[in-house]
């Protein structure tokens, strides 16, 4: 079966520091991937999508990148963070093709302090 | 643009019934339903396809009204496992263009008291 694994579960940085959240998938090949972020109380926001290797879209302006090294490895990365950073990340993965479900990772909390 | 859903919460008692429903100014070409309890990540429910028919499984169930460009999902005899915050997430797009790029609504709090 497929599982998805997201690292760390809770971060707290600096403003100002770097960060690398990390996601890979298991059980499955070629997924699509996403990173979302999450709002206190608020819905799902679309960051970046992934359809292959090396092929990253991103859906929101700002200080945030994604890379995808190998094909089941989704990578979120800052050089300097900021506090409107703050929020919990989810990563995500899907069959390739129209309407499959997103399988959601466990998330990431991150405070900017 | 993001999708409206309604109401914002709603609190019922086991077995009573709740209807969400999750509206967009767009063309839709699916739907996806999905619920999060608090502090975990979002699951998946299920997605409905313009044209499609209504879909559920066991007491959840969801329409995709097309003239209306809305979606509403149906909890019937509801247990204290239902309550969450569900998500509606909404594409334009028809199968052969679509990633898998979906907007959100604001999400709707679902309280199940005993």
């Known amino acids: 079966s497929q599982t998805i694994h997201q690292w760390p579960a809770t971060l707290v940085q600096p403003v100002g520091s770097p960060l690398s959240l990390e996601c890979t998938v298991e059980?499955?090949?070629?997924?699509?991937l996403y990173w979302y972020r999450q709002a206190a109380g608020r819905g799902l926001q679309l960051l970046f999508y992934?359809?292959?290797?090396?092929?990253i879209s991103s859906e929101v302006p700002q200080n945030l990148s994604a890379s995808r090294p190998q094909d089941r490895q989704f990578i979120l990365s800052s050089k300097k963070l900021l506090l409107s950073d703050s929020g919990f990340y989810l990563c995500a993965w899907s069959g390739q093709g129209g309407f499959q479900p997103q399988h959601f990772g466990d998330g990431t909390r991150l405070s900017i302090l | 643009q993001q999708p409206v859903q309604s109401p914002q919460a709603v609190i019922l008692r086991e077995g009573e019934d709740a209807v969400i429903n999750c509206s967009s100014s767009?063309?839709?070409?699916?739907v996806h339903w999905y619920r999060q309890k608090h502090g975990e990540a979002p699951v998946f429910l299920m997605i409905l396809l313009k044209g499609g028919e209504q879909k559920g499984h066991d007491k959840i169930s969801a329409s995709f009204n097309e003239k209306k460009q809305q979606s509403s999902l149906y909890l019937t005899a509801s247990q204290l496992s239902y309550s969450g915050t569900y998500f509606c997430?909404?594409?334009?797009?028809?199968?052969?263009?679509?990633?898998?790029?979906?907007?959100f609504g604001q999400g709707t709090i679902l309280t199940v008291h005993p």
């Open positions: 997430g909404t594409d334009p797009n028809a199968g052969g263009t679509s990633y898998g790029k979906l907007t």
């Open positions: 767009k063309a839709l070409y699916s």
């Open positions: 992934s359809v292959g290797i090396g092929q």
């Open positions: 059980g499955t090949s070629n997924p699509n």
